[in-house]
T-cell receptor, first 113, second 117 residues
Framework: SQQGEEDPQALSIQEGENATMNCSYK?????LQWYRQNSGRGLVHLIL?????REKHSGRLRVTLDTSKKSSSLLITASRAADTASYFC?????????????FGGGTRLMVKP | NAGVMQNPRHLVRRRGQEARLRCSPM?????VYWYRQLPEEGLKFMVY????????ESGMPKERFSAEFPKEGPSILRIQQVVRGDSAAYFC???????????????FGPGTRLTVT
């Protein structure tokens, strides 16, 4: 089963606009990770935010984490056509034997030139 | 419809032994991806396979690691002569046979946790 729930499931915007994707989860976590996948390729790790962090930036990416609401958001600013891809969040939590990584269903982003 | 199955869920091997990790994709899926996750790190892509073909193995270590996805049966990730640094969680994901594969429909297995002692 997948703990993370991304919304929206699909998002279509114009180049230059900002894109915001949200992820909600259910259990306590160590960290939350965002990934990108271009069609037909493997996942690419974008950013990891730890449970004691609230915000993190990397280039045009901004990730926030609200552990009280068990939610995270990924903001892509000044989007480009090359940002077209699917974006997944994954929660990294401890179980009795160690880390457990659980993925959401993904948001499919289309950026129109 | 069962999801992506991985077994075993936990595998303990001594240094120098072989580890075999299995991934059964969802029914009707013919594309499989393998990833490795080291503790406290993100997933790293290893290999992408279609039935009987390796499409992209750019993330696979050059030695000791191999992967296959035969016409019948699960995909296998094989690690020979394991070392402590191989201890990690290994995830596979599958997607259906559309061209190009629809990333929106990628499904992940629960992972296999390999511990090398």
């Amino acid at each position: 089963s997948q703990q993370g729930e991304e919304d929206p499931q699909a998002l279509s915007i114009q180049e230059g606009e900002n894109a915001t994707m949200n992820c909600s989860y259910k259990t306590s976590i160590n960290n939350l990770q965002w990934y990108r996948q271009n069609s037909g390729r493997g996942l690419v790790h974008l950013i990891l935010i730890r449970s004691n962090e609230r915000e993190k930036h990397s280039g045009r990416l901004r990730v926030t984490l609200d552990t009280s609401k068990k939610s995270s958001s990924l903001l892509i600013t000044a989007s480009r056509a090359a940002d077209t891809a699917s974006y997944f969040c994954a929660t990294d939590a401890w179980d009795n034997a160690g880390n457990m990584l659980t993925f959401g269903g993904g948001t499919r982003l289309m950026v129109k030139p | 419809n069962a999801g992506v199955m991985q077994n075993p869920r936990h595998l303990v091997r001594r240094r120098g032994q072989e580890a075999r990790l299995r991934c059964s994709p969802m029914k009707g899926h013919s594309h499989v991806y393998w990833y490795r996750q080291l503790p406290e790190e993100g997933l790293k892509f290893m290999v992408y396979l279609q039935k009987e073909n390796i499409i992209d193995e750019s993330g696979m270590p050059k030695e000791r690691f191999s992967a296959e996805f035969p016409k019948e049966g699960p995909s296998i990730l094989r690690i020979q002569q394991v070392v402590r640094g191989d201890s990690a969680a290994y995830f596979c994901a599958s997607s259906p046979p559309s061209l190009p594969p629809s990333s929106y429909e990628q499904y992940f297995g629960p992972g296999t946790r390999l511990t090398v002692t």
